[in-house]
């Protein structure tokens, strides 16, 4: 068979009616995924392919009183349309959005270039792919009108420099997540994505023992059930490190001031993110002269991604705020002392 050309990484094959060779997807899939911070939290869907590109998800609204004590006289007493439940389940759904890049490359950069380019530009797009899907969800989950808010914001109104994350604020927060009967992770902490910046000025201000580094807690082997960006635990919350947090701005009543961000703890079932099979990151390369007429010459080779993909909220009340509304997140807006 012969040789791979030489600073490209493509066979001959490609792009003339054979395979692709599987490396570039194991290459793309190690510089996507680990940068998915938010995606490691949503509960995985699939649309199956040639249903379309609208997902529709049946879920069961939560809600207490459906069972009750029987007293041993009405044992027998069939049941009638009075004394008959109906099932409280609610459809949530969302339209897939295509998500692609493309780099292309002449064959002057393909014989110049000292690495390979193909490589380089496939890394690239990943990690932009991985950072507009990470945005869909902060999107979702930052609406104004959904979900509750502590924090610096809630008395002041405004959050400054000096409005920084409290250890109090996190404590209530989780109660608040448990006090509203939502399932729990597997080890009982709510995972709270936070910026690196509030995350400083957090353990700055912390004494004593209830921080917990991630290296005190994870052996050889729990190492894989760390979700990414985690540094620690505090007061049953997992503290994951991200920058990708929405900054404060002067929508929904909020000033920024100096800085600040939405910092994020998630129950289980807070969020769905759903893919389209065949379609969860595909890359596509093709070599000199694959566009045939088009490039007579064998003058440019493509290199591109794509995936559908969107997020969906996991409830849609129109109240969360309220008091036996779902609550499957909070919201802990704070500044940080680092501009």
């Known amino acids: 068979m012969p040789a791979t050309r030489p600073g490209t990484g493509i066979g001959p094959a490609a792009g003339g009616g054979g395979m692709i060779p599987s490396y570039w ?10 940068s998915l911070f938010m995606y490691q939290f949503g509960a995985k869907r699939r649309v199956p392919p040639n249903f379309g590109i609208t997902i529709k998800i049946t879920r069961l609204k939560r809600q207490t009183g459906i069972v009750a004590l029987q007293n041993a006289q009405s044992y027998g007493v ?6 008959v439940n109906a099932l409280c389940a609610q459809v949530v759904s969302g339209t ?45 989950l930052s609406a104004v009108s959904q979900g509750t ?21 996190i404590i209530k927060a989780v109660a608040l997540l448990r006090g509203a009967n939502n399932p729990r992770w597997p ?12 995350s400083y000025d957090l353990k700055a201000s912390l004494s004593g023992g209830a921080w917990l580094d991630v290296n005190k807690y ?18 049953g919350a997992r503290i994951i490190e991200t920058t990708n947090l929405k900054r404060l701005n002067a929508v929904g009543g909020m000033s920024a ?11 289980p079932e807070a969020y769905y993110v759903c893919e389209m ?63």
């Open 25 to 34: 997807d194991s290459v793309f899939a190690e510089s996507l995924y680990p």
């Open 78 to 83: 069939p049941f009638t349309a009075a004394n």
């Open 96 to 140: 897939l959005a295509k998500y692609r890049g493309v780099y292309g490359n002449s064959d002057i950069a393909l014989l110049t270039t000292m690495g390979d380019v193909t490589e380089f530009a496939i890394r690239d797009i990943s990690r932009d792919l991985a950072l507009q899907m990470d945005n869909a969800v902060k999107s979702v």
């Open 149 to 169: 808010f502590l924090g610096a914001s809630a008395a002041t109104s405004n959050v400054r420099s000096t409005s920084l994350l409290k250890v109090s604020d």
């Open 187 to 198: 080890d009982g902490n709510f995972p709270l994505l936070v910026h690196p910046y509030v």
């Open 218 to 235: 994870a052996t050889d082997s729990t190492v894989e059930k760390l979700y990414r960006g985690e540094v620690g635990r505090l007061y």
């Open 257 to 267: 001031g100096a800085s600040g961000w939405q910092n994020l703890l998630l129950a």
């Open 277 to 339: 099979d065949q379609m969860t990151g595909r890359v596509i390369v093709k070599g000199l002269g694959s566009a045939g007429a088009l490039d007579a010459d064998n003058s440019l080779a493509t290199v591109a991604a794509k995936v559908f993909f969107c997020p969906i909220r996991g409830f849609q009340d129109a109240n969360p705020n309220a008091r036996f509304a779902e609550t499957r997140y909070i919201r802990i807006v704070s500044g940080a002392t680092i501009a």
